[in-house]
């Protein structure tokens, strides 16, 4: 069983070899996405193993296939960047829904209260010896109404956690979840009385944009907008006319719509090309951070033991119990 892993990093590999090697599964390591330019590069191999920012278009699947691949692993929940109409009857396509959902909970609240208290801004400040605390004050989350779209998993440990914090919290989701204890809203009164807005969906067609400027005029003003599911949820332009207008207080960006050339790469020594997120890292009330939210030891082992296991059933024959996307069964 040969694997062809894409867009690695370096903590990627541990991982994946602790579980492969014992599984007989033979992996090559890739640095480039796949993508158009790259799929050549999976000739010979039995499977792949993509990301979020490999691009597995039509016209990559019908490549992959010619190629003999028999099936693609996503090491992450989403599957928005794969074609999923056009791997039916081609390729089965499996993902890891369930990887690690504290680990992004927690990121969420880690950026939220780190916007809030201004906790950044004062790290650089006493580095330099300076101990002002002049435009440092926050506001208390205890109170707060906070609205999480998105009760899956992992919305409703941030809803969690957020109870914790004593905030009164708002729920929507086109699927709620039975016997969460939370309480569901219609989109319009949430974006109403939200204090704090927190994304937890995936991204499809009816998602897309889900945050314009339409949704943005019915927000309270100042409020704060987290994002740590996917990058097109947010229409960046509105959001920066929201910010620019005073209309948005605060920021909290761990995804970005346009981010597929530029997250996980370093380019401090380069001028950045991409206008709207120069101007986002700008402002002094936004915070971006590189899609690192799912980042924790325990989601790394989990998404490489689950990918694995999905990966040994399905040449098993016996893929029952794997985490395939339904829409491909």
Do not use: W
């Not at 999480?148 to 699927?175: E, H, P, Q, S």
């Not at 569901?184 to 974006?191: G, H, K, P, Q």
């Not at 995804?255 to 986002?280: A, M, N, P």
């Amino acid at each position: 069983m040969k694997l062809a892993f894409f867009d690695t990093k370096p903590y990627d590999i541990p991982g994946f070899d602790r579980y492969a090697v014992p599984a007989g599964i033979e992996v090559k390591y890739f640095e480039p996405n796949l993508n158009e330019d790259t799929v050549s590069l999976a000739a010979g191999f039995d499977a792949v193993c993509v990301f979020v920012n490999d691009t597995v278009n039509a016209a990559v699947v019908d490549k992959l296939y010619q190629l003999g691949i028999k099936v693609i692993v996503l090491r992450c929940a989403g599957f928005n960047n794969v074609d999923i109409r056009a791997c039916r009857d081609k390729l089965r396509v499996f993902r890891v829904p369930a990887y690690s959902p504290h680990a992004v909970a927690e990121h969420a609240m880690a950026l939220l209260l780190t916007i809030n208290r201004r906790t950044h801004k004062a790290y650089i400040r006493t580095r330099e010896f300076n101990f002002s605390l002049q435009g440092l004050a926050g506001f208390d989350l205890y109170g707060k109404t906070v609205g999480i779209i998105g009760t899956g998993k992992i919305g409703r440990v941030f809803a969690d956690i957020c109870r914790g914090f004593g905030m009164n919290i708002l729920a929507y989701d086109k699927f709620p979840a039975a016997d969460s204890g939370l309480h569901y809203v219609a989109l319009s009164e949430l974006f109403e009385k939200s204090d704090i807005i927190s994304l937890h969906c995936p991204l499809t067609e009816d998602t897309n944009h889900l945050i314009d400027a339409e949704s943005i005029a019915r927000m309270k003003k100042g409020v704060t907008i987290i994002n740590t599911s996917r990058g097109g949820l947010i229409n960046t332009e509105d959001l920066i006319t929201g910010i620019k207008e005073k209309k948005v207080g605060a920021a909290c960006l761990d995804v970005y719509e346009e981010e597929g050339d530029l997250f996980y790469e370093d380019f401090s020594g380069h001028i950045v090309q991409d206008d709207k997120l120069v101007r986002l890292i700008a402002m002094p009330n936004v915070i971006v951070t590189s899609h690192q939210a799912f980042l924790t030891t325990e989601a790394l082992d989990n998404i490489a033991s689950t990918t694995v296991t999905n990966l040994v059933k399905f040449f098993s024959g016996s893929p029952d119990g794997a985490t395939e996307v339904v829409y491909n069964k």
